[in-house]
């Protein structure tokens, strides 16, 4: 196994988590909470060590992923006021659970490496390209309503995500993990589509 550099990125998002635009308010100190909590339900997106199966580092990478908008979902849904967004966590919440699942016996049942699977630049272009859009994270200045820092916390979260099942989809022999990645993808273009235009009926 080989463990991929990325460190600039991964101290970045650890240690900066958003640009906070006041101080001292429940709320805001609600929002923050979500986003350092989220980041450290991550954290083994920084630490995994890529074997090179676009399949196996795939859900690897993807299972701390979803933990992490898992986290952020239930930290901030006790603040939530707006009906939409409050049915929008629950939902992340819901259909990302279901899915750790799912990923977590895919990956106890494959723990054997195939050399002829290995591709080891396709693994490392989808965890990088993953890291950036996902850095996206640490320009959100934080308001202080619960609904929108969610919002757009989340936005960033869901590309990342994206890019990551879009950037490995070429690569993936596993007919299984394939569908999976393409669901993700349609399922948070979705979400994304309607967090954007929620967002710009709040201005």
Same mark, same amino acid.
């Given at each position: 196994?080989?463990?991929?550099?990325?460190?600039?990125?991964?101290?970045?998002?650890?240690?900066?988590?958003?640009?906070?635009?006041?101080?001292?308010?429940?709320?805001?100190?609600?929002?923050?909470?979500?986003?350092?909590?989220?980041?450290?339900? &991550? @954290? !083994?997106?920084? =630490?995994? /060590?890529? +074997?090179?199966?676009?399949?196996? #580092?795939?859900?690897? $990478? %993807?299972?701390? *992923?979803?933990?992490?908008?898992?986290?952020?979902?239930?930290?901030?849904?006790?603040?939530?006021?707006?009906?939409?967004?409050?049915?929008?966590?629950?939902?992340?919440?819901?259909?990302?659970?279901?899915?750790?699942?799912?990923?977590?016996?895919?990956?106890?049942?494959?723990?054997?490496?195939?050399?002829?699977?290995?591709?080891?630049?396709?693994?490392?272009?989808?965890?990088?390209?993953?890291?950036?859009? &996902? @850095? !996206?994270?640490? =320009?959100? /200045?934080? +308001?202080?309503?619960?609904?929108? #820092?969610?919002?757009? $916390? %989340?936005?960033? *979260?869901?590309?990342?995500?994206?890019?990551?099942?879009?950037?490995?989809?070429?690569?993936?022999?596993?007919?299984?993990?394939?569908?999976?990645?393409?669901?993700?993808?349609?399922?948070?273009?979705?979400?994304?589509?309607?967090?954007?235009?929620?967002?710009?009926?709040?201005?």
């Amino acid at each position: 196994m080989k463990k991929v550099s990325l460190s600039l990125i991964a101290i970045a998002l650890l240690s900066s988590t958003a640009v906070y635009a006041h101080d001292g308010h429940d709320n805001l100190t609600a929002s923050k909470n979500m986003m350092n909590d989220s980041m450290a339900a &991550m @954290h !083994g997106m920084h =630490t995994l /060590k890529l +074997t090179g199966v676009p399949s196996y #580092d795939f859900i690897a $990478g %993807m299972l701390p *992923h979803h933990e992490g908008a898992i986290v952020m979902s239930e930290k901030i849904l006790p603040s939530l006021t707006d009906p939409q967004i409050k049915q929008l966590a629950e939902n992340i919440i819901k259909s990302q659970k279901e899915e750790v699942v799912f990923m977590k016996k895919w990956l106890a049942s494959h723990k054997t490496i195939n050399p002829k699977d290995v591709d080891m630049k396709a693994s490392q272009e989808m965890m990088t390209k993953s890291m950036q859009v &996902m @850095h !996206g994270m640490m =320009t959100v /200045k934080l +308001t202080g309503n619960p609904n929108i #820092d969610f919002v757009e $916390g %989340m936005i960033p *979260h869901h590309e990342a995500a994206i890019k990551m099942a879009e950037v490995v989809m070429p690569y993936l022999k596993n007919e299984q993990i394939k569908t999976f990645a393409t669901n993700i993808v349609k399922a948070q273009q979705h979400e994304v589509a309607f967090m954007k235009s929620w967002l710009a009926e709040q201005k």
